[in-house]
């Protein structure tokens, strides 16, 4: 079992429409990011979270420390949020360094 | 603008050849890391650096070497490439301040096929 799991793995939405992208993870953590990516581009970092809620125009990430759960929203979704979107968490064991664990990320593709 | 540079975007290589991907960054990153992506799987870390002249290995180090001569470089070394390397691969640095971590930035990637 993966130490991140995201849900689902493929999502088709028409425009306008609200999204939801769950993930959950199964490690102690001392952040969670979520990553966008745009197929054949680079990876882009929407949010870093360590509690509670952020919003970015019409993109809202909240996490939930003690279910390890944490949800991206995009509200009034638009054919350009048309890409995959990944999960990754940082680890808290205190270590000096600030690698990452991935999810496989979700493919969200919203149709016109 | 300020980010991190890799290059090249694409390469095609020979089974048993070598090659060196290149990757810089302008925000003075004490961290930086190599990545690769491969199809329905996530990203796993090859090698990683805490600062110049430290590196350490990551999840799927084999085939690879690295380099950090410098804050702004950390150029990824494969050796006798295999087909098992083909694969997409990312750099990405950050940085830490009293605990603190920020600034995650990846660059556009480079995708590689051994054939």
């Known amino acids: 079992k993966n130490e991140v799991e995201q849900s689902p793995q493929n999502l088709t939405a028409q425009e306008g429409e609200f999204i939801t992208i769950n993930c959950s993870y199964s490690?102690?953590?001392?952040?969670l990011h979520w990553l966008q990516q745009h197929p054949g581009g680079g990876i882009v970092s929407l949010f870093m979270?360590?509690?509670g809620k952020k919003k970015h125009g019409r993109l809202i990430a909240t996490i939930n420390i003690q279910e390890k759960h944490s949800s991206l929203h995009i509200t009034a979704s638009h054919p350009r949020d048309s890409a995959v979107y990944i999960c990754?968490?940082?680890?808290?064991?205190?270590?000096?360094?600030?690698?990452?664990?991935f999810g496989t990320g979700t493919l969200l593709a919203v149709q016109p | 603008n300020a980010g991190v540079t890799q290059t090249p975007k694409f390469r095609i290589l020979k089974i048993g050849q070598s090659m060196t991907l290149q990757c810089a960054q302008d925000?003075?990153?004490?961290?930086m890391y190599w990545y690769r992506q491969d199809p329905g799987m996530g990203l796993k870390l090859i090698y990683y650096?805490?600062?110049?002249?430290?590196?350490d290995k990551g999840e799927v180090p084999n085939g690879y070497n690295v380099s950090r001569s410098t804050t702004e470089d950390f150029p990824l070394r494969l050796e006798l490439a295999a087909p098992s390397q083909t694969s997409v691969y990312f750099c990405?640095?950050?940085?830490?301040?009293?605990?603190?971590?920020?600034?995650?930035?990846f660059g556009s990637g480079t995708r590689l096929t051994v054939v």
């Open positions: 990405a640095s950050s940085t830490r301040d009293r605990g603190l971590v920020y600034g995650y930035t």
């Open positions: 490690v102690g953590i001392s952040a």
């Open positions: 979270l360590s509690s």
């Open positions: 990754a968490v940082r680890l808290n064991y205190g270590g000096a360094t600030n690698k990452l664990i």
């Open positions: 925000m003075n990153h004490n961290y």
């Open positions: 650096s805490v600062g110049a002249g430290i590196t």
